[in-house]
């Protein structure tokens, strides 16, 4: 795809380290935005190929200069607080980082008339409340967020849309459920199990496995498949449409530590549950319909979450393996 020139905001994080790999190997010219102390241990690998723009994005002036420096056919705008637990700690932040950054792009974006393809990332956590009849959750499910996390991503959400209506701007909106893999940020739980697994194993604490609430369900899928499935969102997604992408398939957090700690080479390993890993309200059930996407789009997952989530330990082995004793 030459000469297409992506933006990808938040390139540092998870999702953006993978979405910086699959445009690269499609020949598209990368151009990421992060901040001065980002951690870059995500993209050193791919660093070299990258073009990179330093950043706030609530900084209304420093995202224009992005915009003038990276000219982009397509943005993907990733940069978040991605974490819901944090969102009950900082939920000013999280709405401010999360609501003003997506602001500033659309409103430089109209200022600099950019005719960019903008995909805005939501998340299946705008569904928040959801009724066992609405199961499997399609895109025309009522929004019931129940954490601020969630009422940021809403907000994104429906910005996106009007943006598309008030100024006919090419923004298709993405729900995407949970996603994981190598590079998970370690406060998910997920890569919290595996990260903990992998310290056991290397003999850096004790076989005990400290969790938080095991009884939701999550509708998983691979970052590999997710960033494919943003990728043809920005080439086929419908101007002002909203998509689930997600596997259509939920595995509760009990068995997916369950299947990490299988995968384990120790013979035991406690579970214990700690309050502080409680959250005031949870999501009980969450399951997505990909109806929309994959008769549309011909979009779905094509890696199982036992794949994911084997690779996601062995990320961890590796890394534990190279820190410096
Ligand atoms: O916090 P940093 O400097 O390491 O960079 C993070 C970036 N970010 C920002 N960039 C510019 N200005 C800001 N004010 C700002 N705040 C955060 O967003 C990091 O590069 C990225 C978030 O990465 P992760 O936490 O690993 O999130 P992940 O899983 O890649 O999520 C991507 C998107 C987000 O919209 C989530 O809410 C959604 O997917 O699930």
Known sequence: ????????????????????????????????????RSKTEHIEAIRSRLTLVESDLRDMMSVRTVLEQALPDYIVHLAAQSFVAASWQTPGETFHTNVISQMNLLEAMRQLKSSARF????????????????????????????SPYAVSKVTQDLMGYQYFKSYNMHIVRARAFNHSGPRRGETFATSNFAKQIA??????????????????????????????????LLERGTPGEVYNLCSGVDWSIERVLAFLIGKSTLPHIEIRQDAARLRPSDVPILRGSREKIE????????????????????YWRQRIAARPR
């Open 1 to 36: 795809m030459n000469g297409v020139r992506i933006l990808i905001t938040g390139i540092t994080g998870f999702v953006g380290s993978h979405l910086a790999e699959f445009a690269l190997a499609r020949g598209v010219e990368v151009i990421g935005s992060l901040r001065w």
């Open 119 to 146: 995909l805005v990332i939501g998340s299946s956590e705008e569904y928040g409340l959801v009724l066992p009849t609405e199961l499997p959750i399609r895109e025309t499910n009522p929004l019931r967020p129940l």
């Open 199 to 232: 310290e056991m194993e290397a003999g850096l604490r004790e076989p005990v496995v400290h969790v938080g609430d095991l009884k939701p369900t999550r509708d998983f899928s691979d970052v590999r498949d997710i960033v494919r499935g943003y990728w043809t």
């Open 295 to 314: 008769t549309n789009l011909g979009w779905r997952g094509t890696i199982p979450l036992e794949q994911t989530l084997t690779d996601l330990l062995e």
